[in-house]
C-alpha cells in the first residue's frame, strides 16, 4: 500500500490547514487509519485515527482544534487543523493498519509525508 501525503504549507498561528491522504487499494476500508506527525528532533507521535465505522481519536495537545475525517468512498482521510500553533510545526504522515500497528507505528512503509509549518 502506497501513501500520498498533501496539503501542508507555511501558515501564521491561528490559521487552519486541511491535509489529505490518499491510499492504493481499499486500505482505508478495512482497517484504521491515522495521522502522525514528526517535528525535528522529535520522536513521531500519533495524532489522530478513525476506525472503518468512523470512530475518532485525536491526540490531547490537539483536542478540539484538529478533526480527523475520510470521504464516503473512504478513498481519502483528512486532517483539519484550526488554530494552529508554532508547536504543530512537523511533517505529517498517514497510514493504516490493526490497532496494534496504530499504536505502535509498526508499519512496512510510510509516505514522503506533508510539511507543516506554523509561524508568524
Known amino acids: 500500500v502506497q501513501f500520498v501525503e498533501s496539503g501542508g504549507g507555511l501558515v501564521q498561528p491561528g490559521e487552519s490547514l486541511r491535509l489529505s491522504c490518499t491510499a492504493s487499494?481499499?486500505?482505508?476500508?478495512?482497517?484504521?487509519a491515522a495521522w502522525y506527525r514528526q517535528a525535528p528532533g522529535k520522536q513521531r507521535e500519533l495524532v489522530a485515527s478513525i476506525s472503518r465505522l468512523g470512530s475518532t481519536n485525536v491526540a490531547d495537545s490537539v483536542k478540539g482544534r484538529f478533526t480527523i475525517s475520510r470521504d464516503s468512498a473512504r478513498k481519502t482521510v483528512f486532517l483539519k487543523m484550526n488554530n494552529l500553533k508554532p508547536e504543530d510545526t512537523a511533517i505529517y504522515y498517514c497510514?493504516?493498519?490493526?490497532?496494534?500497528?496504530?499504536?505502535?507505528?509498526?508499519?512496512?512503509?510510510w509516505g514522503q509525508g506533508t510539511q507543516v509549518t506554523v509561524q508568524g
Open positions: 487499494g481499499t486500505i482505508f476500508s478495512i482497517a484504521i
Open positions: 497510514n493504516a493498519g490493526t490497532p496494534e500497528a496504530i499504536r505502535s507505528m509498526d508499519f512496512e512503509a
